[in-house]
């Protein structure tokens, strides 16, 4: 996680964390929405069923807007969002370098730090 609790970092990558502002119950409730979501997904790329993969997708989408992970930023500064951005190309960069973030391999996964 980066130091201000904003996002994850994944090969290199900034991901939008969930916003700390929800109750552990309403995250907890949210997760297992988005959990189904994603085996909907799942389930109807296995049968073929392009109306079911649409709904099912949209479901994701709501459930990681929900979570705070898409949309709208969770915090009030009016700093931009870098979801996506590589780390080293953000203002992050420095941290990400001072934990290793320069010397992983090409594919591999970025352990949270900090």
């Known amino acids: 996680m980066t130091p201000d ?7 290199g990558r900034l991901w939008r964390a969930t916003d700390p502002g929800l ?11 988005l959990m189904d979501a994603r085996r909907a997904v799942k389930s109807a790329k296995r049968a073929d069923d392009a109306a079911a993969l649409a709904e099912a997708r949209r479901a ?12 709208p930023v969770w915090w009030a500064d009016g700093a931009p969002d870098y979801t996506r951005h590589l780390a080293r190309t953000t203002p992050y960069a420095a941290w990400y370098a001072r934990h290793g973030g320069e010397d992983e391999e090409p594919g591999a996964e970025a352990a949270p730090q900090d």
């Open 5 to 11: 609790q904003r996002y994850l970092v994944v090969r």
């Open 23 to 33: 109750s552990d119950a309403e995250r907890q409730r949210l997760v297992a929405a």
């Open 60 to 71: 994701v989408d709501a459930g990681k807007r929900a979570l705070g992970e898409r949309g």
